[in-house]
């Protein structure tokens, strides 16, 4: 592990100060990704910045009947929530087919939010990879592509966005709250948190140099079946090849968002008009673009047979 300068900011402002001052700079709380990618040296930040200490910890009621998150929330204590496990079951759902305990116990809100990439790939400093280094190529396309995604991908990158817990905030419309280096403040729709790909894959977020995320805003609940099914290669601590989020009301209606598939959460509210006619049209509107490999064809149908399932869940 390479040297690093090790701070503990005083505030939100100072820590958002602090990074946008070093482009080479990183916050840290749990450290649950970011500490292995310092270890390989993928990450290699000359300037930590720990925010534990800036009490945004709480789960609390808006005044619009919402919740609003801090980013530091643990997993472990918004998967058990008392009004998370109530009315957002699928976002309780999610956090715990994610990971395990220990890490659960250590990841935070904003941190999940912000997880890098599995792709092998991008973890072989041996192998060119432009999420790592930009510009070198792309090894997963013409490689081992049988966890990478089918749908967003582009040229450049084919990676899969990680994070089960974004898969139920993407269906729930949950809204980023952050701050930037300069003292204002935005919200940004978890729907334009995360970006595609495209030519610049490195380029992961909408997120300034600097600019903190400091909770999330979840809206009123909207009631229905919350429904979290994770298909995985073994049962437990590992990312998905194929996950569905859903919230499905009793008519049938409702709203999906699909992980596993690719470089951001995906969802698509077209398909959603679909869903009392089953699965299958549902799916082919989500997925209507697609570009799958030969070894990664199979999700596309692990996608519909996934929702399939959800679906006959919610009907009882």
């Not at 310092?38 to 009947?65: A, C, Q, R, W």
């Not at 220990?102 to 890098?116: C, I, M, P, S």
């Not at 809204?175 to 948190?193: C, F, W």
């Given at each position: 592990?390479?040297?690093?300068?090790?701070?503990?900011?005083?505030?939100?402002?100072?820590?958002?100060?602090?990074?946008?001052?070093?482009?080479?700079?990183?916050?840290?709380?749990?450290?649950?990704?970011?500490?292995?990618?310092?270890?390989?040296?993928?990450?290699?930040?000359?300037?930590?910045?720990?925010?534990?200490?800036?009490?945004?910890?709480?789960?609390?009621?808006?005044?619009?009947?919402?919740?609003?998150?801090?980013?530091?929330?643990?997993?472990?204590?918004?998967?058990?929530?008392?009004?998370?496990?109530?009315?957002?079951?699928?976002?309780?759902?999610?956090?715990?087919?994610?990971?395990?305990?220990?890490?659960?116990?250590?990841?935070?809100?904003?941190?999940?939010?912000?997880?890098?990439?599995?792709?092998?790939?991008?973890?072989?400093?041996?192998?060119?990879?432009?999420?790592?280094?930009?510009?070198?190529?792309?090894?997963?396309?013409?490689?081992?592509?049988?966890?990478?995604?089918?749908?967003?991908?582009?040229?450049?990158?084919?990676?899969?966005?990680?994070?089960?817990?974004?898969?139920?905030?993407?269906?729930?419309?949950?809204?980023?709250?952050?701050?930037?280096?300069?003292?204002?403040?935005?919200?940004?729709?978890?729907?334009?948190?995360?970006?595609?790909?495209?030519?610049?894959?490195?380029?992961?977020?909408?997120?300034?140099?600097?600019?903190?995320?400091?909770?999330?805003?979840?809206?009123?609940?909207?009631?229905?079946?919350?429904?979290?099914?994770?298909?995985?290669?073994?049962?437990?601590?590992?990312?998905?090849?194929?996950?569905?989020?859903?919230?499905?009301?009793?008519?049938?209606?409702?709203?999906?968002?699909?992980?596993?598939?690719?470089?951001?959460?995906?969802?698509?509210?077209?398909?959603?008009?679909?869903?009392?006619?089953?699965?299958?049209?549902?799916?082919?509107?989500?997925?209507?673009?697609?570009?799958?490999?030969?070894?990664?064809?199979?999700?596309?149908?692990?996608?519909?047979?996934?929702?399939?399932?959800?679906?006959?869940?919610?009907?009882g």
């Amino acid at each position: 592990m390479r040297a690093f300068i090790y701070q503990r900011a005083l505030s939100v402002e100072a820590a958002a100060q602090a990074a946008a001052s070093n482009p080479e700079a990183k916050f840290i709380a749990g450290g649950t990704n970011l500490l292995d990618l310092m270890k390989l040296e993928i990450e290699t930040p000359t300037h930590l910045i720990d925010v534990n200490g800036l009490g945004l910890d709480k789960i609390e009621p808006t005044s619009e009947g919402g919740l609003r998150i801090g980013a530091l929330v643990r997993n472990t204590d918004l998967a058990a929530h008392e009004t998370v496990r109530r009315d957002y079951a699928l976002l309780s759902r999610a956090l715990v087919a994610g990971a395990s305990g220990q890490l659960r116990n250590k990841a935070t809100t904003a941190g999940n939010l912000l997880q890098r990439t599995r792709c092998p790939y991008f973890y072989d400093p041996n192998q060119p990879c432009n999420k790592r280094q930009p510009g070198s190529g792309c090894s997963a396309i013409g490689g081992f592509t049988r966890q990478h995604a089918v749908v967003g991908t582009s040229d450049a990158c084919i990676a899969t966005h990680p994070s089960d817990m974004a898969i139920a905030m993407r269906a729930l419309d949950a809204v980023v709250e952050t701050v930037k280096a300069d003292g204002s403040q935005r919200s940004i729709p978890i729907a334009d948190l995360h970006r595609l790909p495209g030519n610049t894959p490195h380029i992961e977020t909408v997120l300034e140099r600097g600019e903190f995320i400091t909770g999330v805003i979840l809206p009123p609940p909207i009631g229905g079946r919350h429904i979290y099914r994770k298909v995985r290669d073994r049962a437990s601590y590992a990312f998905a090849l194929v996950s569905v989020g859903a919230v499905i009301q009793s008519d049938g209606t409702g709203r999906v968002a699909v992980g596993g598939v690719a470089h951001k959460p995906w969802r698509v509210e077209a398909a959603e008009t679909e869903l009392p006619k089953g699965a299958r049209a549902a799916a082919g509107v989500l997925l209507a673009d697609a570009r799958p490999t030969e070894q990664n064809r199979f999700k596309v149908n692990l996608v519909e047979r996934t929702l399939a399932a959800v679906i006959s869940e919610a009907r009882g």
